[in-house]
């Protein structure tokens, strides 16, 4: 085989790996959020890193450190982050991407509680240092947002008819997933 055709299959397997590597990283990062994962969180984020989330300007190291307090303090007992649409544009060891959030927030507000849905992109910058991709510079764009009064309790049930009682049941922090995190910190 030619040197040019190894060089060509060596660049694509970079490109496939490093693509796989940052989409890795948005779903952590996700994931993290929603467990109140502090750790998880900063590891999304290189130590010089910056955000702007419009609430929140500054170190994404340290916004990793504040998201548990803000949402336990805040009210907002419960969140889901669903990201897609995820655009990556690689030049080299920097990369930009574009990916769609959509969240859902259960928040307790002047003694009510309400779901409030956002749709929002992340725009990234990433970098590859020591082959490792994290993002070094982040801004989210919020697109839309609902709110509705409180619209289910796992302690009544659902019409479906799954309820705490019957029903493995996610939450904020350490939940049923623990043996799913436990092989996450085992990944390379």
Known sequence: MPDSEIADITRT?????SREDIREVLYRYA???DRKDAEEVKRS?????RVNFGIYQGSGQ???SLIGGWFTDGGVDITAHLIGNIIIVLN????????YLHAAHRVRRGGETIDCFVGARYQDRFERRNNEWKIAERVLIYDWFREYPDT?????GSAMGFSAA???VGKSGPDASHLFAQ???RAP
């Open 183 to 185: 092989a996450l910190a």
């Open 45 to 49: 984020f290189w130590p010089d890193s």
């Open 31 to 33: 994931r993290g959020i």
């Open 13 to 17: 397997i970079d490109e496939l790996r």
């Open 166 to 168: 019957n029903s493995v």
């Open 62 to 64: 340290e916004f990793a």
């Open 152 to 156: 289910g309790e796992f302690a009544a």
């Open 92 to 99: 080299g060891d920097i990369a930009s991407t574009e990916s």
